[in-house]
């Protein structure tokens, strides 16, 4: 194998270490939580995080992919990028904690809510720096400083929630690890940060970042809106128990994504040039993708409603059934799943913007009309209704570019049939025991994960092999 090879296997090592380390901390913190918190104190904490998360979501989506596409960076620019953006988080933070103390949150939640907001700034302090160290593709020092950030913020959420300041506790949990990896990255990989202020750099970060920033608002907007009409017309409970089972569906869906689009970013970007490449890598890693991670979620959406009657308290039992139809809907949407990653290399963030947009309004609309009824589980139909939208808008804007989303929706027919099988067969296993434990868990899993290699290895040898020469040569 190549050195080239071995480096690029090193980096993704780095990026899952990264993303799946994240992963098995948050379980951990979600055991706490779920122990000393109820869903009511959960949904109130969650509220207050939403807000703050989706704005910092929106800025850092705005440089990232305006930024990393960037030739040539100079000192300049990073100066006004940082503080331009940490000037700006810094006010807009402080006018959201007003706005929300005074109009939404009881008095006794004042504090935890200008505490939340701290999230804005702390995460603008590094962004500059996470784009050069994603363009060096210095992916250890990513995941060192952010598992690290992590286990702190853990430890003092934690802490908290023991004794008795649940709420607290989990707010905490979010500023610790923004705060420690942020001052990690900041005193290590020192950048010369002159107070400069370049309004053409400005605009250049706008004009393309901001449909980019869009359409991940938009994307996660979802989850937000959620959280805000469920609040209004089912109650914090609903929330809570609605967060409960989406997040731990999106924590592993969320880590695998954002893993392979770290990846298929500047891949991508470097073969922009040559656009049977760029087409044969999108098409092969997608479907790979498709056929690793799909399965993962098939068996936990066909188990999930034991796993969670297994682990958890009693009180969030009513969230399996939450889980499971998550699960599904997280499966499907790895069909499309670097396409995110094919608009930042051809400079086209801005394509199917529009039916983002608008899918993402007619969830919401969906969640608001079906609350009072569904309870949580109206939630969980809105998400269903924006992938059965933007599934066929992400297979044409691919198709616009690639001309291969017929050839990959062909290719990807046959993972959805082996999904099926080993979901059925799933089902009527599980019909067979009369109650689940965890050893019956454990065995149902290894005998659909292993029928299902069984049918990988029987007919889809040939794409892994196809794969692994394209990945070489990357």
């Not at 695998?256 to 040559?274: C, D, E, I, Q, W």
């Not at 690639?402 to 050839?407: L, P, S, V």
């Not at 099926?420 to 799933?426: D, E, G, T």
Request: include cysteine; charged fraction near 10%; charge should be positive.
């Amino acid at each position: 194998m190549s050195s080239n090879a071995i480096a690029r296997l090193q980096r993704l090592a780095w990026i899952f270490t990264e993303k799946f380390g994240l992963i098995f901390l948050s379980i951990f913190s979600f055991f706490v939580f779920s122990y000393f918190l109820t869903p009511y104190e959960l949904g109130i904490a969650v509220l207050m995080l939403a807000i703050a998360e989706l704005v910092s979501l929106f800025f850092s989506s705005m440089i990232d992919n305006s930024y990393i596409s960037k030739k040539d960076i100079t000192p300049r620019d990073d100066g006004t990028l940082f503080w331009v953006g940490l000037l700006l988080s810094t006010a807009i933070a402080f006018v959201l904690a007003l706005l929300l103390a005074r109009f939404t949150f009881d008095d006794i939640y004042f504090w935890h809510i200008m505490l939340a907001m701290t999230y804005l700034p702390l995460q603008a302090l590094a962004r500059v720096h996470i784009v050069h160290l994603r363009r060096d593709g210095d992916f250890k020092s990513l995941a060192l400083r952010t598992l690290l950030g992590k286990v702190v913020g853990l430890l003092a959420g934690c802490a908290l929630a023991v004794v008795g300041l649940g709420v607290l506790g989990f707010i905490v949990q979010s500023i610790f690890m923004a705060a420690i990896s942020s001052f990690l990255i900041l005193l290590k990989h020192r950048r010369h940060l002159p107070l400069s202020f370049d309004i053409n750099l400005l605009k250049e970060t706008f004009i393309l970042g901001f449909p980019a920033a869009l359409k991940s608002l938009s994307e996660n907007a979802v989850d937000k809106g959620i959280i805000f009409a469920l609040s209004i017309f089912s109650g914090p409970s609903a929330v809570g128990l609605f967060n409960f089972a989406n997040r731990l569906v999106q924590l592993p869906a969320k880590a695998f994504s954002s893993a392979v689009m770290t990846y298929g970013h500047p891949v991508l970007s470097r073969k922009v040039n040559n656009k049977l490449a760029v087409s044969d890598f999108f098409l092969g890693l997608t479907q790979v993708c498709f056929m690793v991670i799909s399965p993962l979620f098939v068996v936990f959406s066909a188990l999930g409603d034991s796993i969670v009657e297994l682990i958890f308290l009693e009180r969030w039992w009513p969230a399996g059934e939450l889980l499971q139809a998550l699960a599904l809907i997280a499966a499907c949407s790895f069909t499309y799943v670097l396409v995110p990653s094919l608009l930042v290399a051809y400079k086209s963030t801005h394509r199917a913007l529009y039916a983002e947009l608008i899918s993402t309004a007619i969830a919401i609309l969906v969640c608001l009309y079906f609350a009072s009824s569904l309870g949580a589980f109206a939630g969980v139909v809105s998400i269903g209704v924006k992938l059965a939208i933007m599934l066929p808008v992400n297979l044409f804007v691919a198709q616009s570019i690639t001309q291969g989303a017929w050839k990959l929706t062909m290719a990807l027919s046959r993972p959805f049939i082996y999904n099926a099988v080993i979901f059925y067969l799933l089902h009527v296993l599980k019909g067979s025991f009369g109650q689940v434990g965890i050893l019956e868990i454990l065995a149902l899993s290894v005998i659909a994960l292993s029928s299902y290699l069984v049918l990988f290895f029987l007919f889809e040898r040939r794409t892994l092999s196809a794969f692994w020469q394209l990945f070489k040569a990357s």
